[in-house]
């Protein structure tokens, strides 16, 4: 029998095959994909510095599109559209964090051989690292000086990511759509209005608990690098510049949506 399953007779054309315009490496770019994984030395462990680096920067353009999505879904009053996809970029962030595994298998000997070779480079340098904690909300202009050495393109996209609604601005629309005040002064109030009215409201409840897992989860993953940077370099300074570990650690405190943290303390 052939691979096709046909036991006998000429091979019948498969599903798709009709037109004949797409491979499978064709249609995913994998010549282009494939060429850009280039060390910068002959130490063997610098591939999988790259490769995990490259997974993650493609995860991360995947959140943004799908967060996008979400803040839209928001404004349009479309709730259940927003939920499902941060059901997703929860799947994402889950991954992000267990990835992490990955590079650890890299002792910090191994490192070593390259790690000289990567100042003053840094995910501080990350453009899609800080775009996403822009559009999630955590919007600190002074991270801009980190990209003196970005493109137009880049600098242009972090400073649209500043000036556009955050997934806040979104979800305030949402409450406001149904009813609920939002002004600094009320938001609480009507936070409150949410959580004990859930017959009435618990779209609302439900989304604002998944913004608030998206917000734990970046949190874990902070903490999930911290520790691997520890492993990898201990008390080191980092090649960005920064205290290392210490600077990170304080990173780990940060929140998206502080007043859905403070609303457990009024339940
Ligand atoms: C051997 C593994 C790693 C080490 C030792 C390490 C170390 C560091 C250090 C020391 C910093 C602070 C900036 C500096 O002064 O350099 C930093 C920042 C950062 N790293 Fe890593 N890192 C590692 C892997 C990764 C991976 C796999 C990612 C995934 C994209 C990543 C993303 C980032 C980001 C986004 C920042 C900025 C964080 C912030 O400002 O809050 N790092 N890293
Ligand atoms: N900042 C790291 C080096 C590092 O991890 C790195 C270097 C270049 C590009 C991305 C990196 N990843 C995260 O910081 C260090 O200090 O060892």
């Given at each position: 029998?052939?691979?096709?399953?046909?036991?006998?007779?000429?091979?019948?054309?498969?599903f798709?095959e009709e037109?004949g315009?797409?491979?499978?490496?064709?249609?995913l770019?994998?010549?282009?994909?494939?060429?850009q994984?280039?060390?910068?030395?002959?130490?063997?462990?610098?591939?999988?510095?790259?490769?995990?680096?490259?997974?993650?920067?493609?995860?991360?353009?995947?959140?943004l599109?799908?967060?996008?999505?979400?803040?839209?879904?928001?404004?349009?009053?479309?709730?259940?559209?927003?939920?499902?996809?941060?059901?997703?970029?929860?799947?994402?962030?889950r991954?992000?964090i267990e990835q992490?595994?990955?590079?650890?298998?890299?002792?910090?000997?191994?490192?070593?051989?390259?790690?000289?070779k990567?100042?003053?480079?840094?995910?501080?340098?990350?453009?899609?690292?800080?775009?996403?904690?822009?559009?999630s909300g955590?919007?600190?202009e002074?991270?801009?000086?980190?990209?003196?050495?970005?493109?137009?393109?880049?600098?242009?996209?972090l400073?649209?990511?500043?000036a556009?609604?955050?997934?806040?601005?979104?979800?305030l629309?949402?409450?406001?759509?149904?009813?609920?005040?939002?002004?600094?002064e009320?938001?609480?109030?009507s936070?409150?209005?949410?959580?004990?009215?859930?017959g009435?409201?618990?779209?609302?409840?439900?989304?604002?608990?998944?913004?608030?897992?998206?917000?734990e989860?970046?949190?874990?993953?902070?903490?999930r690098?911290?520790?691997?940077?520890?492993?990898?370099?201990?008390?080191?300074?980092?090649?960005?510049?920064?205290?290392?570990?210490?600077?990170?650690?304080?990173?780990?405190?940060?929140?998206?949506?502080?007043l859905?943290?403070?609303?457990?303390?009024?339940?």
């Amino acid at each position: 029998m052939g691979i096709d399953g046909d036991a006998s007779g000429p091979p019948r054309r498969q599903f798709g095959e009709e037109g004949g315009r797409l491979s499978y490496g064709g249609y995913l770019r994998l010549p282009e994909l494939l060429d850009q994984q280039q060390p910068q030395s002959q130490a063997p462990d610098e591939l999988l510095f790259i490769t995990i680096h490259q997974v993650y920067e493609l995860w991360f353009k995947l959140l943004l599109h799908e967060l996008e999505g979400a803040r839209e879904a928001m404004f349009a009053g479309e709730l259940w559209k927003a939920r499902h996809l941060f059901k997703r970029v929860h799947a994402v962030e889950r991954v992000l964090i267990e990835q992490v595994e990955v590079l650890e298998t890299m002792t910090p000997q191994d490192f070593m051989e390259f790690r000289a070779k990567l100042a003053p480079a840094s995910g501080f340098q990350s453009v899609q690292f800080r775009e996403l904690e822009f559009l999630s909300g955590l919007r600190d202009e002074r991270y801009l000086g980190s990209f003196r050495h970005a493109s137009d393109e880049e600098l242009a996209r972090l400073r649209r990511r500043l000036a556009e609604p955050t997934l806040w601005d979104a979800y305030l629309t949402a409450l406001s759509r149904r009813g609920l005040p939002v002004s600094d002064e009320e938001i609480m109030t009507s936070l409150l209005a949410v959580a004990r009215n859930r017959g009435s409201y618990d779209d609302l409840w439900q989304l604002a608990e998944d913004l608030l897992t998206h917000d734990e989860t970046a949190a874990l993953w902070r903490m999930r690098h911290v520790q691997m940077v520890e492993r990898q370099i201990g008390t080191k300074s980092g090649t960005g510049g920064s205290t290392g570990a210490p600077y990170l650690r304080g990173r780990a405190r940060l929140h998206y949506f502080p007043l859905l943290w403070e609303l457990r303390a009024w339940l």
